[in-house]
T-cell receptor, first 114, second 109 residues
Framework: DGGITQSPKYLFRKEGQNVTLSCEQNLNHDAMYWYRQDPGQGLRLIYYSQIVNDFQKGDIAEGYSVSREKKESFPLTVTSAQKNPTAFYLC?????????????FGPGTRLTVL | DAKTTQPPSMDCAEGRAANLPCNHSTISGNEYVYWYRQIHSQGPQYIIHGLKNNETNEMASLIITEDRKSSTLILPHATLRDTAVYYCIVRVRDDKIIFGKGTRLHILP
């Protein structure tokens, strides 16, 4: 089955540690996105990538980093510089540029920093 | 900032039509209206999108006013599984999707 996988579903880390969230898609989509969601809030864009080896900052990129070495993978690293890292993180993808096609979302990773 | 305004919550009786309004008074000519929904602790799910004409698919209908300043998402026969937060979004092609706070729809048995 085609889709987007995020692992793990729940993640716990100590304050001051970097942590990397996985996002993999087998939909052959060109564009991938990372969002953050806080309780009772909408989604906020962290980073997005339209093509391999290229990515752009979203609205709240500070304290995060990404890489896009392969089309199917777009890992997100939450660094110790992120002041409030505890949140629900969602990865999404779309077919590509010049399209009105919808985004497909993964199941999300809930990160808790202790 | 989100370009849409939605009521924070709504109730609907099971089996009835759920009509979710959205205001987008500053929408421009090349912006589409999209609807997504998010069931608790899951990723958002695409529902429908449109530009000017009304649209219908197996999940819902989208009614856009003639001046395009507002729209209504219609779930024709709501079930308990339709309980979710519904997001109305306007975007241009290739533009990033900006999610507001959405409408929390409660389906009442």
């Amino acid at each position: 089955d085609g889709g987007i996988t995020q692992s793990p579903k729940y993640l716990f880390r100590k304050e001051g540690q970097n942590v990397t969230l996985s996002c993999e898609q087998n939909l052959n989509h060109d564009a991938m996105y990372w969002y953050r969601q806080d309780p009772g809030q909408g989604l906020r864009l962290i980073y997005y990538s339209q093509i391999v080896n290229d990515f752009q900052k979203g609205d709240i990129a500070e304290g995060y980093s990404v890489s896009r070495e392969k089309k199917e993978s777009f890992p997100l690293t939450v660094t110790s510089a992120q002041k409030n890292p505890t949140a629900f993180y969602l990865c999404a993808s779309t077919i590509g540029q010049n399209t009105y096609n919808e985004q497909f979302f993964g199941p999300g990773t809930r990160l808790t920093v202790l | 900032d989100a370009k849409t305004t939605q009521p924070p919550s709504m109730d609907c009786a099971e089996g009835r039509a759920a009509n979710l309004p959205c205001n987008h008074s500053t929408i421009s000519g090349n912006e589409y209206v999209y609807w997504y929904r998010q069931i608790h602790s899951q990723g958002p799910q695409y529902i429908i999108h449109g530009l000017k004409n009304n649209e219908t698919n197996e999940m819902a209908s989208l009614i856009i006013t003639e001046d395009r300043k507002s729209s209504t998402l219609i779930l024709p026969h709501a079930t308990l599984r339709d309980t979710a937060v519904y997001y109305c979004i306007v975007r241009v092609r290739d533009d990033k999707i900006i999610f507001g706070k959405g409408t929390r729809l409660h389906i009442l048995p």
